[in-house]
T-cell receptor, first 113, second 112 residues
């Protein structure tokens, strides 16, 4: 079984630029999650999708972050414009339904200059 | 906000020894999960314990849950160098769907 795929693995941008991350979950997994992990901390949920609908985006900074999962499969997370405090690893995870273990990708490490 | 707090923040042991990590949380939970994260990689699910369970085993892992104290522990027996990683507890709150709230993690180093 292929795991959760994320790209790119690394991204360096300057503040105020925009950036996008891509995630392809495990085949058949209906629920997809995006997390932000700041160095030295545990991951923080940004947004949860069930198929192509948003279940929870309460911690997503909506003035600069957006995410979509148009066909209920892969997903993109965008930041525009980026701030220095957005430097972090962005992790995507998926689960079969909205319960049980989550399977994580290796993340995208974002550095803001 | 962080729901869980792991203790200790860092732990260094010799190969073959046991490692114990503790997690405390604040509110009523549906289940508690433990994940491992190797440097530069994503998280790997280790074990899930439900609120009505007190202990679970998986291979060299033993997890306990005390809901009256709002705490959990992860024991890794006969540790190996390959167990070197960060370990996180994550809680799913009662009525919280499958939203995981992670703690701050314990960095475990197993030396040869």
């Amino acid at each position: 079984e292929a795991g959760v795929a994320q790209s790119p693995r690394y991204k360096i941008i300057e503040k105020r630029q925009s950036v996008a991350f891509w995630c392809n979950p495990i085949s058949g997994h209906a629920t997809l999650y995006w997390y932000q992990q700041i160095l030295g901390q545990g991951p923080k949920l940004l947004i949860q999708f069930q198929n192509n609908g948003v279940v929870d985006d309460s911690q997503l900074p909506k003035d600069r972050f957006s995410a979509e999962r148009l066909k209920g499969v892969d997903s993109t997370l965008k930041i525009q414009p980026a701030k220095l405090e957005d430097s972090a690893v962005y992790l995507c995870a998926s689960s079969i339904q909205g319960f049980g273990p989550q399977h994580f990708g290796d993340g995208t490490r974002l550095s803001i200059l | 906000s962080q729901q869980g707090e792991e203790d200790p923040q860092a732990l260094s042991i010799q190969e073959g020894e046991n490692a114990t990590m503790n997690c405390s949380y604040k509110t009523s939970i549906n289940n508690l999960q433990w994940y491992r994260q190797n440097s530069g990689r994503g998280l790997v699910h280790l074990i899930l314990i439900r609120s009505n369970e007190r202990e679970k085993h998986s291979g060299r892992l033993r997890v306990t849950l005390d809901t009256s104290k709002k705490s959990s522990s992860l024991l890794i027996t006969a540790s190996r160098a390959a167990d070197t990683a960060s370990y996180f507890c994550a809680t799913v709150l009662t009525g919280g769907g499958n939203k995981l709230t992670f703690g701050t993690g314990t960095q475990l180093k197993v030396e040869l």
